[in-house]
């Protein structure tokens, strides 16, 4: 039955029998991972194509704030002075990102930001509060002195919408005037989170895996092309001779990936094909290994230094 195996090519091409139809594909195992499925973006993406709105009366402080975002990126930022305005503006150009100034006529940013949490489509938004000279606990208690004699927060108790606020919870807080590096740090913190930077270095993993294991082979000496189509083809064969006993034709070669012509017994394709098993197999373990590792840590900081190039198998196989 040897006659029925014929070759053109190295390994990218293949075996093939005259009926031309591949006996079994390679088997790689699933890869367990426990990342995200959605689209990843990376933290470029996320810091500087994100929509911001910053809403404060004060216009030089708007003006402020845009240079800082501008000349670390940003490129669609937009204004609005007063809460009325704001709430406008949200609905108008839906912000990934809210600078909001708690001390605004019309609508302050307690009322603001208590309606975007109110509302299913934007409290998810992130917030970040500012506030003036002496931090966020002082203006607060301005706040309710004032709305506790003057017009109410809202349609609600005064201390309800504060209750709420505070409850909510801003995503983060920042005392006027900022500096440069305190606000893109605070926006860093707010924007890319554990989950985003877990998922963004697996599919690190995920390309540079791909990369080793298409990257080429060492047998006995030789290099050998490890494309999946390559390894497809090996199996085939490796499956024929196993399961009806064929013999290989005299004078059977193998080409590498130099273009020379390799000559192997049975014993030895069937090596081979089992060596290559195995070590795909340890490269999606390697995979797994890494991606459990970056789980387990608790900070961006450990996310992002971590090594995913540590720990993966040799491609000069044994």
């Avoid at 603001?112 to 607060?140: A, M, N």
């Avoid at 064929?246 to 081979?272: C, H, Y």
Wanted: with cysteine; aromatic share 8%.
């Amino acid at each position: 039955m040897a006659e029925k195996y014929w070759w053109n090519h190295h390994l990218g091409g293949g075996p093939h029998s005259r009926s031309d139809s591949p006996i079994s594909q390679f088997r790689v195992p699933h890869a367990m991972s426990r990342s995200s499925a959605n689209k990843i973006h990376n933290k470029e993406e996320i810091m500087t194509k994100t929509r911001v709105l910053i809403i404060d009366d004060e216009r030089e402080n708007v003006r402020y704030l845009t240079t800082i975002l501008e000349e670390n990126g940003f490129k669609d930022i937009h204004g609005a002075f007063d809460g009325e305005e704001g709430l406008r503006k949200v609905k108008e150009v839906d912000p990934g990102l809210i600078l909001l100034d708690l001390r605004m006529p019309k609508k302050n940013g307690i009322f603001v930001f208590t309606e975007l949490k109110k509302s299913p489509e934007y409290q998810d938004i992130p917030v970040v509060i500012l506030t003036g000279e002496g931090g966020f606990l002082k203006h607060l208690a301005e706040l309710r002195e004032f709305h506790e004699d003057g017009e109410p927060l809202a349609d609600e108790a005064t201390e309800e919408v504060l209750s709420r606020f505070i409850t909510s919870r801003p995503d983060a807080f920042l005392e006027k005037p900022v500096e440069p590096e305190v606000l893109m740090t605070t926006i860093h913190n707010v924007l890319i989170t554990l989950e985003e930077v877990v998922a963004n270095r697996c599919r690190e993993i995920n390309a540079l895996r791909a990369q080793k294991t298409e990257g080429g082979i060492v047998f006995k000496g030789n290099a050998f092309d490890s494309s999946k189509k390559s390894r497809c083809n090996l199996t085939a064969v490796a499956a024929r001779l196993a399961s009806t006993g064929d013999t290989l034709p005299d004078g059977f070669v193998w080409r590498s990936s130099d273009n020379q012509n390799i000559s192997m017994t049975k014993e030895e394709v069937l090596a081979f094909h089992s060596t290559m098993t195995d070590w795909i197999y340890n490269n999606y373990k390697a995979s797994w290994e890494h991606k459990e590792a970056l789980n387990a840590l608790t900070t961006i900081e450990a996310v992002e230094d971590y090594d995913i190039r540590k720990g993966w198998p040799d491609n000069r196989l044994p």
